[in-house]
């Protein structure tokens, strides 16, 4: 079956650097997503990795690694406002998104 | 403001009851979709439309009734819930519904509590 695995919830410090990750078992690949859900609203696009390597936006990173079925979410410098969930997605070889449970980031002062 | 809308923003219905969520999208996309989300589980399709036409149906009950007017409008139909589908129920579009990044755009959700 398909499967993306994330930690359901990580603390972090604010001003301090967090790193969350996910690993995929899909039937094929074309694609990984990065939501952010704050609590209520709209999930919102956050990054997409199609090849391997680092794509980098600001204070948010993503990385990727098709060999490993691996993808992490960086979060620098973090702010009260980045508490929230992360979704992770993998778009399969049929273009259907598998997405893993997210993992719900609480930041404290 | 997203782009997307979604009325109610809240919903408690009984078990006889039928009542409808709508969704909206000014973004001008092509494809519009229809996911359950509950709490600390994946967020599962349940419906697709492209240009208006259904084009995935992820097995789900018939008490659960997709309409498509248009490619700016759409509703989910609920008829004779029951509680385990108290969940929030996402819309989302997107330019097209194949290949390319093909991003979603989300509604805020319509929280539903079937008593």
């Known amino acids: 079956g398909q499967n993306i695995d994330q930690p359901t919830e990580m603390t972090a410090t604010e001003g301090a650097i967090v790193q969350i990750n996910c690993t995929y078992q899909t039937s094929g690949f074309n694609g990984l997503f990065w939501y952010q859900q704050h609590a209520g609203e709209a999930p919102t696009f956050l990054s997409y990795?199609?090849l391997d390597g680092l794509e980098e936006k600001g204070r948010f990173s993503s990385f990727l690694s098709r060999s490993k079925g691996y993808s992490y979410l960086l979060l620098k410098e973090l702010q009260m406002k980045d508490s929230a969930s992360y979704l992770c997605?993998?778009?399969?070889?049929?273009?259907?998104?598998?997405w893993g449970a997210g993992t719900k980031l609480i930041i404290k002062p | 403001e997203t782009g997307v809308t979604q009325t109610p923003r809240h919903l408690v219905m009984g078990m006889t009851n039928k009542k409808s969520l709508k969704c909206e999208q000014h973004l001008g996309h092509n494809a519009m979709y229809w996911y359950k989300q509950s709490a600390k589980k994946p967020l599962e399709l349940m419906f697709v439309?492209?240009?208006?036409?259904?084009?995935e149906n992820n097995s789900v009950p018939s008490r659960f009734s997709p309409e498509c007017p248009n490619s700016s409008h759409l509703f989910l139909h609920l008829h004779t819930l029951q509680p385990e589908d108290s969940a929030l129920y996402l819309c989302?579009?997107?330019?097209?519904?194949?290949?390319?990044?093909?991003?979603?755009?989300f509604g805020a959700g319509s929280r539903l509590t079937v008593l």
């Open positions: 439309y492209s240009l208006e036409e259904r084009v």
């Open positions: 989302a579009s997107s330019q097209e519904t194949g290949s390319g990044a093909n991003v979603l755009t």
């Open positions: 997605a993998v778009r399969d070889s049929n273009y259907q998104l598998i």
């Open positions: 990795n199609v």
